[in-house]
């Protein structure tokens, strides 16, 4: 019998997967009927929405990148690109029966993805589609996947009329838990689910019979989160998504023993107060290029894991040890007198009492002779800043990577750090720059990483970990070009991020965002110098080598080698003036954790 059902399942699922694929590659002018939120069940764990097909692609089109693909000196490589896309499509032309230009007119309306936990049975799958006038289109599509399980016998089909609607459904007559495959078309919108229950639920609410509070627009976690991922002045998102893990865990601990144990599990680490995470996208929002919002919703009071992240606010100004050409930038403050004790209840709760100061005791006092707890941890002041810098010319081993912890006072961690050095001069090689010292990480492994790399031109360098304290910080980096620029800022402040400009007008509008209220976290990055080193990197020869090389055994990299070699990239000059700095900031609230990041819009030039 499970054989005959496993076979069964296979037979079926490949029409399955394309209706489902099909239907969530289509959409329409946007009936008037209630948004999806107002027509999902509560118990909704996934969601994600595009509330407008059309005017997000104006939108986008409106944008930095969008701007970018219309450009006369970048719309040959476009072109090329889409036409590798039209290749891939013309390969299954002929099972959907549309090209590519039509399967894009087909994005008009609402397209909405979402899982549900219905009372019985598996998650179900739901997606809303607005048809409109391409609903002959969408009808053609739609026969292609439902032909294909008319025909296997052990696949029954049944309608119900449901009001003025008739719901379709097609389920095996052997395995009563192999997925449904149901749909109805109502108002121009097709909806699909996994379950047929689950759409007798969404067309109760839309035919304004379900109870209150039954939909997801009334789950408390969902309205919460979407409350604060709005625009500032209300304005409503292009896209939204919300991800309610505990509804998820619960749904699969009903019948499983493994999500049973760690749904018991979850109050012992806090996680239980993980009540949900969500977010929106904007594109070309007023002054902003994009903004993008994403909520952590967290329970009170705070335990365990969730209490251990213990922000708070303080001075966000680059330290003058950050480099003023740096890529990015991000500082961060930690309440180390609650992270730390945490910490140690949560180790000992699962161990023993003092477990955890016994592991540092041993693992690291005994073996580097660091007291980390009694004499590392009350130095640290909580700041935690990173920052990424990209060496030139450009290669593979050009991005470079740091991290500053602030201390209260350097000269034990100084003094800590030159015992190390003396206690392992192998391993920890001093080295002197400008006058300060820093200290190279220098193992066995990676001596050998070094030499085998030397001896094979065109590898990237293996990475060069070195760590010292500057000024009072200490900073610990992969690569020694990144510490010594750090330096050399840090000696002469003109050379500092602090002093650059496009880093003040992205500071101005954080300060604005934030509203008063002391952000936990700040972000400064600049995509240019990401796009450089990807574009360094596209256009070096160990890259198109290893095009061509995949080029000989797939077709899709065949097409992308030769689409670049008859539309090579244009000049770095023609992307650099699509690009703007962006910038982000955290708060810690009451209700959690919430992010916002914004894009600048580019100078006109």
Request: glycine residues 8%; contains cysteine.
């Amino acid at each position: 019998m499970m054989l005959r059902s496993s076979l069964l399942c296979r037979r079926w699922a490949a029409p399955l997967a394309m209706l489902l694929a099909v239907l969530l590659m289509s959409a329409e002018a946007r009936a008037e009927r209630p948004p999806a939120e107002k027509l999902l069940p509560r118990a909704t764990f996934g969601y994600l929405s595009i509330a407008d097909v059309p005017d997000l692609s104006e939108r986008f089109g409106n944008t930095s990148i969008g701007l970018m693909s219309e450009d006369p000196e970048m719309k040959p490589f476009v072109k090329a690109m889409y036409g590798v896309l039209a290749d891939l499509v013309d390969t299954v032309q002929e099972q959907i029966a549309l090209s590519l230009p039509e399967i894009l007119d087909l994005f008009q309306g609402e397209l909405t993805v979402a899982v549900v936990s219905p009372k019985t049975g598996n998650p179900a799958v739901v997606v809303f589609v607005d048809a409109g006038e391409q609903m002959p289109n969408m009808k053609k599509i739609l026969a292609k996947g439902t032909g294909a399980l008319d025909g296997i016998a052990e696949v029954k089909r049944t309608e119900t009329t449901i009001g003025d609607t008739t719901l379709i459904v097609y389920e095996s007559t052997e395995d009563a838990d192999a997925p449904q495959a149901a749909y109805f078309i109502k108002e121009e919108t097709i909806v699909m689910a996994s379950n047929a229950e689950v759409l007798e639920q969404v067309l109760a609410a839309w035919n304004g019979e379900a109870e209150e509070g039954t939909t997801l627009a009334e789950n408390a976690k969902y309205a919460a989160i979407m409350r604060r991922c709005r625009g500032a002045g209300g304005e409503e998102p292009q896209v939204t998504w919300f991800f309610d893990p505990l509804t998820m865990i619960e749904h699969f601990a009903r019948e499983d023993t493994g999500p049973r144990i760690m749904l018991a599990m979850l109050p012992t680490l806090g996680l239980d107060g993980l009540s949900g995470l969500g977010g929106s996208f904007f594109f070309d929002a007023g002054p902003y290029d994009s903004v993008i919002h994403w909520h952590i919703l967290l329970g009170t009071p705070r335990r365990g894991i969730l209490k251990m992240i213990a922000l708070s606010s303080g001075d966000a100004a680059p330290q003058t040890w950050v480099p003023a050409d740096v890529s990015m930038y991000a500082t961060l403050h930690i309440d180390v007198d609650t992270f730390f004790p945490t910490l140690n209840e949560l180790y000992d709760g699962f161990r023993s009492e003092g477990a955890f100061s016994r592991l540092l005791a041993g693992s690291v006092k005994e073996e580097s002779g660091v007291d980390f707890e009694g004499a590392v941890v009350p130095q640290l002041d909580g700041r935690v800043t990173m920052i990424q810098w990209i060496e030139r010319p450009v290669t593979l081993a050009s991005q470079a990577t740091m991290l500053g912890f602030t201390l209260k006072d350097s000269e034990p961690i100084a003094a800590t750090l030159a015992a190390l050095a003396k206690k392992f001069p192998e391993q920890l090689e001093k080295e002197t720059f400008g006058g300060e010292t820093y200290y190279v990480f220098n193992p066995p492994g990676l001596q050998s990483a070094r030499e085998r790399a030397r001896e094979q031109p065109g590898q990237p360098e293996p990475p060069m970990p070195c760590i010292g304290v500057v000024d009072d910080t200490l900073l610990m980096a992969n690569r020694t070009a990144i510490f010594e620029q750090a330096i050399l800022a840090n000696r002469d402040s003109s050379k500092s991020l602090a002093s650059s400009p496009d880093f003040e007008v992205v500071a101005e509008r954080i300060r604005r965002q934030a509203s008063g209220t002391n952000p936990t976290m700040i972000m400064f990055s600049r995509p240019t110098e990401g796009m450089r080193f990807l574009y360094g990197l596209a256009n070096g020869d160990a890259a198109r080598q290893g095009l061509r090389g995949a080029a000989a055994e797939n077709e899709f990299f065949k097409s992308l080698d030769t689409a670049l070699e008859k539309h090579p990239l244009p000049e770095f000059s023609v992307v650099e003036r699509y690009m703007a700095p962006t910038g982000a900031l955290m708060v810690d609230d009451e209700t959690g954790l919430h992010y916002m990041g914004f894009g600048m819009r580019p100078e006109k030039k």
